[in-house]
């Protein structure tokens, strides 16, 4: 009695996968919607420097207009070049982060996935910068004394990536054997 072949499941090299930088890009737009959508709502329930307790003694949400950079580095700088500088730095890192994101999102791996994170949160604070000339931050962390800067969700995306990255760039490549 004869054994059928033996079939192969895996897909054959030469078959094209489907390109998923459409998704990718879908995820970036997500980014800079729920940014929006979320800095609009604190603009309009909270005035500037108010804050609502949410977690007592840990978590608040605020109201804080950053006129710096990431955690209001910057901020007492003079304003017109260190706003024009970021949007400038801002508009260079989303054109990088556009070329990666058309050369790698072809697949959706760890990192299109990090890169589109961080390209949705470059985009949402570069608009606050070019539009209402400052960054909405809101939310507030208080861990035992230390308070952590306040941030938004923007900011929240662009760390999530560069996490992402950095666990990516860390991780043993699957192809790498031990030496015996």
Same mark, same amino acid.
């Given at each position: 009695?004869?054994?059928?072949?033996?079939?192969?499941?895996?897909?054959?090299?030469?078959?094209?996968?489907?390109?998923?930088?459409?998704?990718?890009?879908?995820?970036?737009?997500?980014?800079?919607?729920?940014?929006?959508?979320?800095?609009?709502?604190?603009?309009?329930?909270?005035?500037?420097?108010?804050?609502?307790?949410?977690?007592?003694?840990?978590?608040?949400?605020?109201?804080?207009?950053?006129?710096?950079?990431?955690?209001?580095?910057?901020?007492?700088?003079?304003?017109? +070049?260190?706003?024009?500088? &970021?949007?400038?730095? #801002?508009? /260079?890192? =989303? %054109?990088? $982060?556009?070329?990666?994101?058309? +050369?790698?999102?072809?697949? &959706?791996?760890?990192? #299109?996935? /990090?890169? =589109? %994170?961080? $390209?949705?949160?470059?985009?949402?604070?570069?608009?606050?910068?070019?539009?209402?000339?400052?960054?909405?931050?809101? %939310?507030?962390?208080?861990?035992?004394?230390?308070?952590?800067?306040?941030?938004?969700?923007?900011?929240?995306?662009?760390?999530?990536?560069?996490?992402?990255?950095?666990?990516?760039?860390?991780?043993?490549?699957?192809?790498?054997?031990?030496?015996?």
């Amino acid at each position: 009695m004869s054994t059928p072949p033996a079939t192969n499941t895996s897909q054959p090299a030469n078959i094209p996968t489907r390109d998923r930088r459409p998704f990718l890009f879908l995820l970036a737009a997500v980014v800079i919607l729920l940014d929006r959508v979320t800095k609009d709502a604190i603009v309009h329930r909270i005035r500037p420097g108010y804050t609502i307790p949410v977690i007592p003694g840990v978590f608040r949400l605020s109201h804080v207009i950053n006129t710096g950079a990431a955690f209001s580095l910057m901020e007492n700088w003079q304003p017109g +070049r260190v706003r024009i500088g &970021l949007i400038a730095f #801002s508009i /260079a890192a =989303a %054109l990088v $982060l556009l070329a990666l994101l058309w +050369r790698s999102g072809k697949q &959706l791996t760890v990192t #299109s996935a /990090a890169l =589109a %994170l961080i $390209l949705g949160g470059a985009i949402g604070n570069l608009y606050d910068r070019i539009h209402l000339h400052h960054v909405v931050d809101f %939310l507030q962390v208080t861990i035992y004394h230390y308070h952590w800067p306040d941030f938004n969700v923007a900011d929240s995306c662009i760390v999530i990536g560069a996490c992402l990255l950095l666990l990516e760039i860390f991780r043993p490549d699957p192809h790498d054997h031990p030496i015996a």
